[in-house]
């Protein structure tokens, strides 16, 4: 495939190892650092235009089933969310993204699909996301729980305040690193728009630890 091929062009495999390393990865790194991996991936897209949603969603799940190296994966996130694909983002990439989520099971690969495209998907089905969110905030697997806490990131002022905290509570109770990251992280998101309400909120929950001090890392509150 043209993706692997460009990969390959573009790595440099004596960062290989520390890229790996860094990440905690098992799956091993070709070496390609993002800068060269987003130039060589923009041509690639150019080049191979995808004329079809079903034939795009196969061309994502390909390259992520297939892969052997993470920066495999790394494009088939950035395929799933290319410019030329914008109006395939409907209901029918849920069961993609969910696949996606639940068998990288890690924060490189599971945080741009939560804010990026799921978040993008909550904005706009909201009648058919919300439920569905509420659903894996709820659910045992800790990336969908995370992609649930995290998908309003980037909505600012959109964002729905009781879905946000209808999705975190499921996980305040839980002491993995990445669940109370992740709540932190989205609290303070949501800080920019509305600080007193997280400072309330916080309070209010009795939110301590590692989630509080994320939540209130640019607020002036100790």
Known sequence: MAVRLA????????????????????MPFLGVQAVPRRAALRKVFAEHRLESAPEWR???LSLWREAEYREERY???????HHFYRRFQTLYTVPMYEEMIVTGAWWDLVDELATHRMGGLL??????????MLEWAHGEDLWKR???ILCQNRLKERTDTALLYACIEPSLSDNDFFA???????????????PDEVIRYVKAKGISGLSRREALKNLPVT
């Open 180 to 194: 109370r990251k992740a709540i932190g992280w989205a609290l303070r998101e949501y800080a920019k728009t509305n």
């Open 75 to 81: 494009a088939a996130i950035e395929l799933s969310g």
């Open 7 to 26: 990969l390959h062009g573009a790595a440099e495999p004596d960062k290989a190892e520390t890229m790996r390393a860094y990440m905690k990865s098992a």
């Open 123 to 132: 904005t706009a089905y909201p009648d058919s996301m919300r439920p569905l």
């Open 146 to 148: 995370r992609t649930a």
């Open 58 to 60: 196969k061309a994502v």
